[in-house]
C-alpha cells in the first residue's frame, strides 16, 4: 500500500467485495470455520494440526511462496473473535482479483501460515478460557492445555519472522486524554521484566508504527498502545523472547459496534498494512518514535453516563459500566450494569450519554452496586434498571 491512506480508505470502501457475510457477529462458531475452510480453493494449503481438549480440529492453513514466513493466530480467547472474522475477510481478498497487485505482492514475498480460533471450545461457550477452565495465553510455560502446546509446537517448527497475535480488549479501554474508546491497540509485547528492546522486538514496533501512520486517518484519537508490562507465562512474550517479531493487535470498542462488525474492517487493515510493511521491507525505513507517539490507553470512558443528575439535594453525574455473561449456549450475553463512579465526571468518556437534568430518580444510587433505580419525566419512564439488568431500551 504506497499511497497508503488513499489506498486503506479504498479498500475500506469496497469491503463489500470480500466481506465474509457467514460471520454477522462476535458469536462465532468453530463449525461455521469448518464450513468456511471447506470452500477455500488449494491455494490454501491445509493441515490438520491438533485438537482441542473437546476435540475440535485445529486447522493450519499456509498461503504463499515467499521467502519470508510469518505466523498468524487468533481467538486464543474464546470469546475475542474479531481477528477471527478478520483473518477470514482477509481469505477472501487474497482472492479477490481487484486487489491482485497487493496479493501477488504478498505471495511472492511471503508465506502466510495462519491459525485460526485457537481455543474453539471457549467460542462454542463464549468464554475467555478454554474448556478446561485454563487461560491459554498464561500456559506458555506449563502448557497444561493441547491448544498452548499446539501454537508452541508450530512456531517452534516453522520459525517464522514474524507473528501476528490477535485479540479482542475491553471495551472500557480508552485513549488517554480523550474520552474515545480505544478501538484498536497496538503493542510489541515486551521479552524481559526491564521492557528491553532488542532487534526482534524493535522490528515489531517499526511494523507497529508503520500500521498505526495508515490506520490512525482513519480512526483519529481512537488508536492506543495497550500495557506493556511483562507477562513471563503469555506467548507473546515469550514468541518475542524466542526471535519472532511478535505484534499484538486487540480489538476494543467503537460506539454502536457491540458486535464487532465495523471494528473487524479496521482490524483487517491493520493486519494487511502489517503484513504489506513486512512484504515490502517498508518497516526498515520507518522512524523508530513512530511508536512511541502512540498514546496509552487507560480506563476513563463508562458505557453509560448520566449526567447533571440531583441525588439528595447534590448535582451529580453517575458512570455505569456493565459486565456481559453469556447465555444461550453462547450464543447471546446478558449485560449487567454496575454503578461504578459517582460525582463530577464531565471530562469522562462514555458509549451513552444520557442529560439528567429534571429527572426524577427513584430507587438506589450506590458505588459498586448493580444499578436499581428509575429514571423519570413526568411519570415518563426514561430509563429504568432491575438488578442491574435494563428495563428500557438503551
Ligand atoms: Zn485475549
Given at each position: 500500500?504506497?499511497?497508503?491512506?488513499?489506498?486503506?480508505?479504498?479498500?475500506?470502501?469496497?469491503?463489500?467485495?470480500?466481506?465474509?457475510?457467514?460471520l454477522?457477529?462476535?458469536?462465532?462458531?468453530?463449525?461455521?470455520?469448518?464450513?468456511?475452510?471447506?470452500?477455500?480453493?488449494?491455494?490454501?494449503?491445509?493441515?490438520?494440526?491438533?485438537?482441542?481438549?473437546?476435540?475440535?480440529?485445529?486447522?493450519?492453513?499456509?498461503?504463499?511462496?515467499?521467502?519470508i514466513d510469518?505466523?498468524?493466530?487468533?481467538?486464543?480467547?474464546?470469546?475475542?473473535?474479531?481477528?477471527?472474522?478478520?483473518?477470514?475477510?482477509?481469505?477472501?481478498?487474497l482472492?479477490?482479483?481487484?486487489?491482485?497487485?497487493?496479493?501477488?505482492?504478498?505471495?511472492?514475498?511471503?508465506?502466510?501460515?495462519?491459525?485460526?480460533?485457537?481455543?474453539?471450545?471457549?467460542?462454542?461457550?463464549f468464554?475467555?478460557r478454554?474448556?478446561?477452565k485454563?487461560?491459554?495465553?498464561?500456559?506458555?510455560?506449563?502448557?497444561?492445555?493441547?491448544?498452548?502446546?499446539?501454537?508452541?509446537?508450530?512456531?517452534?517448527?516453522?520459525?517464522?519472522?514474524?507473528?501476528?497475535?490477535?485479540?479482542?480488549?475491553?471495551?472500557?479501554?480508552?485513549?488517554?486524554?480523550?474520552?474515545?474508546?480505544?478501538?484498536?491497540?497496538?503493542?510489541?509485547?515486551?521479552?524481559?521484566?526491564?521492557?528491553?528492546?532488542?532487534?526482534?522486538?524493535?522490528?515489531?514496533?517499526l511494523?507497529i508504527?508503520?500500521?498505526?501512520?495508515?490506520?490512525?486517518?482513519?480512526?483519529?484519537?481512537?488508536i492506543?498502545?495497550?500495557?506493556?508490562?511483562?507477562?513471563?507465562?503469555?506467548?507473546?512474550?515469550?514468541?518475542?523472547?524466542a526471535?519472532?517479531?511478535?505484534?499484538?493487535?486487540?480489538?476494543?470498542?467503537?460506539?454502536?459496534?457491540?458486535?464487532?462488525?465495523?471494528?473487524?474492517?479496521?482490524?483487517?487493515?491493520?493486519?494487511?498494512?502489517?503484513?504489506?510493511?513486512?512484504?515490502?521491507n517498508?518497516?526498515?525505513?520507518?522512524?523508530?518514535?513512530?511508536?512511541?507517539?502512540?498514546?496509552?490507553?487507560?480506563?476513563?470512558?463508562?458505557?453509560?453516563?448520566?449526567?447533571?443528575?440531583?441525588?439528595?439535594?447534590t448535582?451529580?453525574?453517575?458512570?455505569?459500566?456493565?459486565?456481559?455473561?453469556?447465555?444461550?449456549?453462547?450464543?447471546?450475553?446478558?449485560?449487567?450494569?454496575?454503578?461504578q463512579?459517582?460525582?463530577?465526571?464531565?471530562?469522562?468518556?462514555?458509549?451513552?450519554?444520557?442529560?439528567?437534568?429534571?429527572?426524577?430518580?427513584?430507587?438506589?444510587?450506590?458505588?459498586?452496586?448493580?444499578a436499581?433505580?428509575?429514571?423519570?419525566?413526568?411519570?415518563?419512564?426514561?430509563?429504568?434498571?432491575?438488578n442491574?439488568?435494563?428495563?428500557?431500551?438503551l
Open positions: 500500500m504506497r499511497n497508503h491512506n488513499m489506498q486503506a480508505v479504498d479498500i475500506l470502501k469496497q469491503y463489500g467485495q470480500f466481506i465474509t457475510p457467514e454477522t457477529n462476535r458469536f462465532v462458531k468453530h463449525a461455521t470455520v469448518v464450513k468456511l475452510l471447506e470452500q477455500l480453493p488449494t491455494n490454501f494449503r491445509q493441515t490438520k494440526v491438533g485438537e482441542s481438549h473437546q476435540k475440535r480440529s485445529l486447522q493450519l492453513i499456509q498461503w504463499g511462496r515467499g521467502p510469518i505466523f498468524l493466530w487468533s481467538q486464543m480467547h474464546g470469546d475475542e473473535a474479531t481477528g477471527t472474522m478478520a483473518i477470514f475477510d482477509l481469505f477472501n481478498f482472492q479477490c482479483p481487484a486487489f491482485q497487485d497487493i496479493s501477488q505482492e504478498l505471495e511472492k514475498s511471503c508465506t502466510l501460515h495462519f491459525l485460526p480460533m485457537v481455543n474453539p471450545d471457549g467460542a462454542e461457550m468464554t475467555r478454554s474448556a478446561q485454563i487461560d491459554i495465553n498464561r500456559d506458555y510455560l506449563q502448557t497444561a492445555t493441547p491448544e498452548a502446546r499446539l501454537l508452541k509446537s508450530i512456531r517452534e517448527q516453522i520459525k517464522p519472522a514474524f507473528g501476528f497475535n490477535l485479540h479482542d480488549q475491553s471495551t472500557l479501554w480508552s485513549v488517554k486524554k480523550t474520552g474515545n474508546p480505544a478501538t484498536l491497540s497496538f503493542l510489541a509485547p515486551p521479552y524481559n521484566e526491564a521492557l528491553d528492546i532488542n532487534v526482534t522486538r524493535k522490528n515489531a514496533m511494523v508504527g508503520d500500521i498505526f501512520e495508515q490506520l490512525n486517518p482513519l480512526l483519529p484519537q481512537q492506543g498502545l495497550f500495557d506493556d508490562e511483562y507477562e513471563h507465562r503469555a506467548f507473546g512474550d515469550n514468541f518475542q523472547a526471535g519472532m517479531s511478535t505484534i499484538l493487535i486487540e480489538a476494543g470498542g467503537l460506539h454502536l459496534d457491540e458486535e464487532k462488525q465495523e471494528i473487524r474492517k479496521y482490524y483487517f487493515l491493520s493486519i494487511l498494512s502489517g503484513l504489506m510493511s513486512i512484504a515490502k517498508n518497516y526498515h525505513h520507518k522512524n523508530p518514535d513512530v511508536y512511541h507517539t502512540i498514546p496509552a490507553n487507560n480506563k476513563e470512558i463508562f458505557h453509560l453516563l448520566v449526567h447533571n443528575l440531583v441525588f439528595e439535594g448535582t451529580l453525574s453517575i458512570g455505569l459500566c456493565y459486565e456481559e455473561e453469556p447465555v444461550q449456549n453462547g450464543e447471546a450475553v446478558c449485560q449487567s450494569y454496575i454503578i463512579d459517582i460525582g463530577d465526571l464531565r471530562h469522562l468518556g462514555a458509549y451513552r450519554v444520557l442529560e439528567g437534568e429534571g429527572l426524577q430518580i427513584t430507587g438506589e444510587i450506590d458505588i459498586y452496586k448493580p436499581n433505580f428509575q429514571l423519570s419525566r413526568d411519570g415518563e419512564i426514561i430509563m429504568s434498571f432491575k442491574g439488568i435494563s428495563q428500557s431500551k
